[in-house]
């Protein structure tokens, strides 16, 4: 156990793709959008290597300011990347995913990193950025969910307050399954990254408790923040079908 983790080689690492290819292989002959599916996996390959060799910098200076941009950067990116499922032109509500997503990860990020682990300074380049990273992810999935879901059920004819509660509780889902499964199916990637590094089980149970708890935090108030903040644009495009000779554009 006190082991330090291994290097993987490259030689090893192209083994992992084959499954990738399997799946590509399947989208293809059911003549399903595959090409999604290559550039997610091309861009994940571009962005993990660079983000290796950014991330070295940013550790190595541990700067506030350099640390501070990563966050906005990472936020803008996220609120984008959460509205990709949506019909609603992104620029529309770009605004309402950027402060539904802040609002939750960075709360909960300052409970966190002050409350819970009490960092000093607050700005530990190689503490703070990865708990961002999980929470940024947790809030733009679930916020991804719940748009998908309140577009789908509005398209159905349902009011609002119907559709809003199901988009909710469709969006925390997979937050859900995964507290459920947690330590009985899947040991999660803190926990297992610490175990592979040599940390105690005991230890890294209670750091998972504690990214369980504020994922579980960030995905429901990013989501019902944003639900509640696409009330207008959906009244807007209900209006909109219900006069068909008056276009109005969604703000």
Known sequence: MSEPIQ??????????????VVVILILWKWKLP????????SRMLVQLLLIGYALVFIFENDDAFVVSSVLCIMLLTASWIALRSLSIPRRSVYLKSLCAISLASLMILLLVSQGVLELHPWYSADKIIPLAGMLF?????????AGERLEAEISRQASFEEARIIAFKASLIPITNSLFAV???????MMTGQILSGVSPFIAARYQIMVMCMLFGS????SALFLTLLRSNFKITRAAKETPSNKVKIL
């Open 34 to 41: 595959y090409k999604s599916s290559l550039y997610g996996m």
């Open 137 to 145: 992810a947790s809030s733009m999935n679930s916020v991804s969910l």
């Open 183 to 189: 330590g009985l199916v899947s040991l999660p990637g």
């Open 7 to 20: 290097n993987i080689p490259f030689n090893n690492l192209a083994l992992v793709f084959i499954p990738v």
């Open 219 to 222: 995905a429901g108030i990013s």
